[in-house]
């Protein structure tokens, strides 16, 4: 769908991007949001090293995992005395199959984290949940206001401060996690969500809002643009976005799909932060982890964009009986990266440790598999 007129919303944040990714055309990047807040720059309490402490400690004794050794909530510890990042020694970015990460130098998830929260809300986005007991920041849907054309009209309407009436039919939201690295480091994800509307009839006097797929080039664009924030020069951005994966040796391969499992081949700490990033991708949400486990519990994330485009049945149609559809219950299941030799082999359990079989697993398997491999 083309650039549509809409009631008038928040002003135009304006950004701009530092630098390119090899000879890819990077995309343009505007974003707003209805909403503006003001954030605090303050290390939330429970923001510590989630691989560190007690929290996902788990009781003596070997079996299954489950779903009661994963805390979803952490009870709040002592308050983090860190002062607000006042400068990184270093940061550079590492590429794995489709998938890039930034690994900063000798600095704590809870010194980066702020200042993380702030770069979101500078490029128009809003904070819409915070995990910091997990390392993960997630931001509200958003408007890449640069694919609106540029065309006389709109001209006119930005000059008298009207610009707002113009809208896209595509909204963006991004993952954020954050991990504790090794020798003292701290690695950072971006995950890209997106939805996209769209007709949902034949007369097109309607329509809803339904999924569109991933975007590893806008995640590498924000990857740069974080660089930027901690300090790397336009140079040094250039040169990281345009390296190509690592050459696999031989016939290697990254992932394959093994029965109801999937064996990832390398380091295991490296492959539980890929699992991480490639679960935000496919769409389930990470509501807990166990770092001692290997487990992560996660949740199929619902289709938010279509819910807000439904429309609530008519007089007639509540007179006749019809009822407003409920929402659907999304299961929770656990993720398990198990060590083996030379690898990683991921399963899918139900809560109670035993093997997930619902009618989606192997989908999930799946998709899984074509992100990580």
Same mark, same amino acid.
């Given at each position: 769908?083309?650039?549509q007129?809409k009631?008038?919303?928040?002003?135009?944040a304006?950004? %701009? *991007?530092?630098?390119?990714?090899?000879?890819? +055309?990077q995309? $343009?990047?505007?974003?707003q949001?209805?909403?503006? &807040?003001?954030?605090?720059?303050?290390?939330?309490?429970d923001?510590?090293?989630?691989?560190?402490?007690?929290?996902y400690?788990i009781p003596?004794g070997s079996?299954?995992?489950?779903?009661s050794?994963?805390?979803?909530?952490?009870?709040?510890?002592?308050?983090?005395?860190?002062?607000?990042?006042?400068?990184?020694?270093?940061?550079h970015?590492?590429?794995e199959?489709?998938?890039?990460?930034?690994?900063v130098?000798?600095?704590?998830?809870?010194?980066?984290?702020?200042?993380?929260k702030?770069?979101?809300?500078?490029?128009?986005?809003d904070i819409?949940s915070?995990e910091?007991?997990i390392?993960q920041?997630?931001?509200?849907?958003a408007e890449n206001?640069?694919?609106?054309?540029?065309?006389?009209?709109?001209?006119?309407?930005?000059?008298? %401060? *009207?610009?707002?009436?113009?809208?896209?039919s +595509?909204?963006? $939201?991004?993952?954020?996690?954050?991990?504790?690295? &090794?020798?003292?480091?701290?690695?950072?994800?971006?995950?890209?969500?997106g939805m996209q509307?769209v007709?949902?009839?034949?007369?097109?006097d309607?329509?809803?809002?339904?999924?569109?797929?991933?975007?590893?080039?806008?995640?590498?664009?924000?990857?740069?643009r974080?660089?930027?924030?901690l300090g790397?020069d336009?140079?040094q951005?250039?040169?990281e976005?345009?390296?190509?994966?690592?050459?696999?040796s031989?016939?290697?391969?990254l992932?394959?799909?093994?029965?109801?499992?999937?064996?990832?081949s390398?380091?295991?700490?490296?492959?539980w932060?890929?699992?991480?990033?490639?679960?935000?991708?496919v769409?389930?949400?990470?509501?807990?982890?166990n770092?001692?486990r290997?487990?992560y519990?996660?949740?199929?994330?619902?289709q938010?964009?279509?819910?807000?485009?439904?429309?609530?049945?008519?007089?007639?149609?509540?007179?006749?009986?019809?009822k407003?559809?409920?929402?659907?219950v999304?299961p929770e299941?656990i993720?398990?990266?198990?060590?083996?030799?030379?690898?990683?082999?991921?399963?899918?359990?139900?809560k109670?440790?035993?093997?997930?079989r619902g009618?989606?697993?192997?989908?999930?398997l799946?998709r899984?598999?074509?992100?990580?491999?």
């Amino acid at each position: 769908m083309k650039a549509q007129m809409k009631p008038a919303i928040a002003a135009i944040a304006l950004i %701009g *991007l530092a630098a390119c990714s090899g000879n890819k +055309e990077q995309p $343009k990047l505007d974003y707003q949001t209805q909403n503006r &807040k003001i954030v605090n720059l303050e290390v939330p309490p429970d923001l510590t090293n989630p691989n560190q402490g007690d929290r996902y400690q788990i009781p003596a004794g070997s079996g299954a995992v489950r779903a009661s050794d994963i805390n979803r909530t952490p009870a709040v510890q002592q308050a983090a005395n860190q002062a607000v990042l006042q400068s990184v020694k270093g940061v550079h970015m590492e590429r794995e199959g489709s998938q890039r990460w930034l690994v900063v130098d000798g600095k704590t998830p809870a010194e980066i984290w702020p200042l993380l929260k702030v770069f979101w809300q500078e490029n128009g986005f809003d904070i819409r949940s915070e995990e910091p007991a997990i390392g993960q920041m997630e931001t509200d849907w958003a408007e890449n206001r640069a694919k609106i054309p540029q065309d006389g009209l709109r001209s006119i309407f930005e000059k008298v %401060g *009207l610009g707002g009436v113009y809208s896209t039919s +595509e909204r963006d $939201k991004f993952i954020t996690r954050i991990e504790a690295g &090794k020798n003292g480091t701290t690695d950072i994800f971006i995950s890209h969500r997106g939805m996209q509307e769209v007709y949902a009839d034949r007369n097109k006097d309607t329509t809803m809002w339904q999924p569109r797929p991933n975007d590893p080039n806008l995640e590498a664009a924000f990857l740069g643009r974080v660089m930027q924030y901690l300090g790397a020069d336009a140079k040094q951005i250039e040169s990281e976005l345009g390296k190509s994966a690592p050459a696999r040796s031989g016939s290697a391969e990254l992932a394959k799909l093994e029965g109801d499992t999937l064996l990832l081949s390398g380091d295991f700490e490296r492959n539980w932060r890929r699992t991480a990033l490639a679960l935000d991708r496919v769409g389930l949400t990470v509501i807990g982890q166990n770092a001692e486990r290997h487990a992560y519990l996660v949740q199929p994330a619902p289709q938010e964009g279509q819910a807000v485009a439904t429309k609530k049945p008519g007089f007639f149609s509540r007179m006749m009986g019809k009822k407003t559809v409920e929402p659907t219950v999304y299961p929770e299941m656990i993720v398990y990266a198990e060590p083996v030799n030379g690898g990683t082999r991921l399963s899918l359990l139900n809560k109670d440790g035993s093997a997930y079989r619902g009618s989606d697993a192997s989908t999930w398997l799946s998709r899984l598999h074509t992100e990580l491999r």
